[in-house]
């Protein structure tokens, strides 16, 4: 087995919200919580990465891994508009100070889905005043806590709003084609109830958490988000390393569809490069491959292994992801993301070992790429669907809160250099 050298960032991620548990000040804790919820179950005390970070970062670190991607929790930091907490910032001081001891690179992100659910009030991610919100919360952070921070993403998935408008497209398109005489917008109207009791007082149909599907305005505040917080972050800390965070796939186009395939990674990726001309990274993350045809994205292939989630197995994916974004970007790489769910350890196994050897081609082949992290750490809380879904590296029974690293953490640290 072929290892890294000692600099490159080899770790695992985790998004505070799924993790720490107790997040009531946040968007999504609001969302979960009341009747008719879209979520499977709420999100409660998770697996209580709040108050066991340090065995979970020294689990971690014992593997031989030295980076962490985690989240300082936005919703935490700065509850009420005119409130940032002091206990909150201490808690993310102290766990920053202990990766720091344990020989872990931290790589924050400030911004993982999760917003406090004030925001939402103020017009959520539709919003031209969330740019200035974020900016002000980063800033407050990094004046803080900046000189223990290196490396930085500002929003997890700028493009996640955008491909779930394609994801809602596709889905009424299949429910108008199977169930004709559905009335789609008494149905919509009827899943924006629970929203209203969520956020009462606000106007439904404005109410625009981070995972709403968004309009191209609505990217564009994404967008100028990002921009703002690098540029107030680095106006405090100039050293700081600042990147976004992209969900891309490996799009695979059946021939004659390379011209339906570059306009989905033009959605995807090319037109948000003018927004980060002066970024240090980006942030690349990748689950599997999309193979394109006359009609856009196909299914897996007929037999292919899915994962838990639904998605073809497909290790390679990264390592082709990768050697795309490199055409067009020419600034370091880190893969902020790469993962699957599946109960049977030794697939994830098997995933991380052909999935790093895509990524150490690449560096042999000259691509800047500084770090890997597996997603996740933890088996945690999967949004909508709950805590069933198992990425992690460390398996957590949540009755008693016990972690039991998996083989996979013992092979992925054995890459470390
Ligand atoms: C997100 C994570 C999520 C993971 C697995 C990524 O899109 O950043 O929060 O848990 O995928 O679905």
Redesign the pocket.
């Given at each position: 087995m072929k290892k890294f050298s000692s600099e490159f960032l080899l770790g695992a991620a985790t998004?505070a919200h799924?993790v720490e548990g107790s997040n009531t000040n946040s968007d999504f804790w609001a969302m979960e919580n009341v009747t008719g919820s879209m979520f499977k179950e709420p999100s409660g005390d998770s697996v209580d990465h709040f108050n066991r970070y340090k065995e979970d970062i020294g689990l971690m670190a014992n593997a031989g891994l030295n980076a962490y991607r985690f989240t300082i929790e936005w919703a935490r930091v700065q509850p009420a508009k005119d409130i940032f907490d002091d206990n909150a910032i201490r808690h993310y001081r102290e766990m920053l100070e202990y990766c720091r001891a344990k020989g872990v690179e931290p790589i924050v992100t400030m911004h993982?889905?999760t917003s406090p659910k004030w925001l939402i009030y103020e017009g959520g991610w539709e919003n031209e005043s969330t740019a200035d919100y974020f900016a002000a919360y980063c800033s407050c952070v990094v004046k803080e806590l900046g000189h223990l921070m290196r490396y930085v993403c500002t929003i997890?998935?700028a493009n996640?709003g955008l491909q779930l408008v394609k994801l809602v497209k596709d889905m009424m398109a299949k429910l108008g084609d199977v169930q004709t005489g559905i009335d789609m917008n008494a149905l919509m109207a009827e899943r924006m109830k629970p929203m209203t009791v969520a956020f009462p007082g606000a106007d439904p149909g404005k109410i625009h958490h981070f995972l709403s599907p968004r309009t191209p305005e609505g990217d564009l505040v994404i967008a100028r988000a990002h921009e703002k917080a690098r540029d107030a972050m680095k106006a405090v800390r100039p050293e700081l390393q600042i990147g976004i965070t992209l969900?891309l796939h490996d799009f695979q186009p059946q021939p004659g569809c390379e011209a339906i395939a570059h306009a989905e990674w033009d959605e995807e990726f090319l037109h948000y490069l003018p927004h980060l001309e002066k970024d240090d990274f980006i942030g690349v993350?990748n689950?599997s491959r999309r193979i394109i045809g006359k009609d856009g994205g196909l299914p897996p292939p007929e037999g292919a292994e899915l994962t838990q989630?639904g998605y073809e197995y497909y290790p390679e994916a990264i390592g082709n992801v990768v050697r795309t974004v490199s055409k067009s970007w020419k600034k370091p790489i880190i893969i902020t993301?790469n993962g699957l769910s599946m109960d049977d350890d030794s697939r994830r196994v098997e995933f991380i070992k052909r999935a790093l050897k895509g990524v150490q081609s690449c560096i042999d082949d000259g691509i800047d790429v500084r770090g890997y992290m597996y997603?996740?750490l933890l088996d945690n809380f999967?949004?909508m669907l709950g805590y069933e879904k198992t990425?992690g590296l460390i398996a957590v029974d949540r009755t008693t809160q016990t972690r039991t690293p998996k083989e996979s953490l013992t092979v992925l640290g054995g890459y470390r250099g």
């Open positions: 998004a799924q993982h889905f997890n998935e996640m969900s993350q689950y989630m993301e997603w996740s999967e949004w990425f």
